[in-house]
């Protein structure tokens, strides 16, 4: 009976850490915001000088955490496959929104969203997707995980060049660089560098895995603290200016706006994959639509001006505490069509080759990938997964694919 209890408590206690560890980037905002508010010169004052060091600190650490051995899933997938997402995260969402509402800026003009924070929302569209976030959603629907991490770990690389390139070819002046050259060669060598130098030091380190192990450990603690005190800072660059006109009802506006921009952006990934197997397309459906807003805020702390990138981490942040509330509430039912659609296969005997990609390989983090494309090359049906808990395990979470602290 006791033996229960304590069970029961540890399933509670890994609820609650699941649900800090989603949303800590909405916790860590609201805690600097009021840290910052009564007193924002100081940090003001030192923001400049700090952000110079943490933001190549910060993509040290990407480097160092980013699970590169996950890269070799391309051969895999296939170039041409990866391409495609990529282009759908990187390209296709930041384009649309342009296109459709901040060239025209209807959305400014209907009192949506405020001039001062329209850039940044056009900025969130640019960044690349989450790194981990993805990949657990994924798993936890019972999608095809392996290709979720590789799709993660080679769109946060080349996010590092393509987020800031978009962004200053769409937001144009906005950021109050005008030498776009400059600030390009600034991005370079503030994120790019350090990620190629991060990821050197991982494949070194991985020669001794049990030291390495711990040191990734001891990276992302660090992460998140530095983290802490960039939001820290940019809050009191943002107060030490004035409140620029922001109240509670239009934060609120902002909210409806972007919960309605991410539906589209997922709207828009379920039907783009309709021609992929069912694993794959839950796949691309938790990793085309989402933003990473851990690497929002060390690249737009490097191309936008001090007084402003406060101000544009409020939209990505918004938008990924979205991400996660709708990524909770489909993986339940994505799950369980998953699960049917398994078991219809089994039934009638039918391949993914018979039924039009209604179901496909999806391996789980602890199953060899290798094993499913030969069962499915011989015709067999994918496996008929478990009911699983919303809570990942222990185990889950010390998971190889999810060490990257984004």
């Given amino acids: 009976m006791t033996k229960d209890v304590h069970a029961g408590s540890e399933s509670v206690s890994t609820r609650v850490q699941r649900i800090v ?21 100081y940090g003001a004052a030192a ?25 070799s899933g391309l051969l895999q997938s296939g170039l041409l496959h990866c391409a495609l997402w990529q282009s759908y995260s990187l390209l296709g969402l930041p384009l649309a929104y342009y296109g459709l509402v901040y060239h025209w800026g209807w959305e400014r003009h209907t009192g949506l969203v405020s001039d001062v924070l329209a850039p ?3 900025a969130c569209m640019c960044m690349p997707t989450t790194t981990n976030t993805c990949i657990l959603f994924t798993q ?33 002046n906005a950021g109050k660089h005008d030498d776009t050259a400059a600030a390009l060669l600034k991005s370079v060598l503030s994120l790019v560098v350090p990620l190629v130098v991060g990821m050197g030091l991982q494949w070194l380190g991985q020669r001794v895995p049990e030291l390495w192990d711990r040191t990734q450990r001891g990276c992302k603690l660090l992460f998140k603290a530095m983290m802490l005190v960039i939001f820290y800072l940019l809050f009191c660059k943002v107060f030490a200016g004035g409140t620029h006109g922001l109240d509670v009802g239009k934060v609120s506006l902002l909210v409806l706006f972007i919960s309605g921009t991410h539906l589209m952006a997922v709207l828009g990934a379920w039907l783009l994959g309709a021609h992929l197997p069912m694993q794959q397309r839950i796949a691309f459906l938790f990793v085309g639509p989402q933003k990473s807003e851990g690497m929002a805020v ?9 007084d402003d990138a406060g101000l544009y981490m409020l939209p990505v942040v918004i938008y990924h505490t ?28 039918q391949t993914d ?8 390989h999806g391996p789980s983090l602890e199953r060899s990938a290798v094993d ?17 808990n919303a809570v990942p395990s222990d185990s889950e979470l010390e998971s190889p694919l999810l060490k990257s602290p984004l």
């Fill in 322 to 349: 979205v991400q996660m509330v709708l990524a909770s509430a489909l993986t339940a039912p994505l799950r369980n069509k998953v699960q049917a659609q398994a078991k219809l296969c089994a039934e009638t005997g």
């Fill in 353 to 360: 080759d018979d039924d039009e990609g209604v179901v496909g």
């Fill in 298 to 306: 060390p690249i737009i702390s490097a191309i936008f001006a001090a």
């Fill in 47 to 71: 923001y400049s000088k700090v952000n110079a060091v943490l933001v190549p600190a910060l993509f040290l650490i990407v480097g160092m955490t980013l699970d590169i051995r996950s890269l």
């Fill in 372 to 388: 499913d494309v030969e069962n499915v090359n011989r015709g067999q049906c994918p496996p008929i997964y478990p009911p699983v």
């Fill in 120 to 122: 940044g929302v056009m």
């Fill in 140 to 172: 936890e629907a019972h999608g095809d995980s392996l290709l979720a991490a590789t799709n993660a770990a080679v769109g946060n690389l080349l996010g590092t060049i393509v987020a800031p390139l978009m962004a200053h070819l769409l937001l144009g």
């Fill in 21 to 41: 560890s989603q949303h800590w980037p909405l916790i860590t905002l609201l805690v600097c915001m009021f840290a910052a508010w009564p007193a924002p010169n």
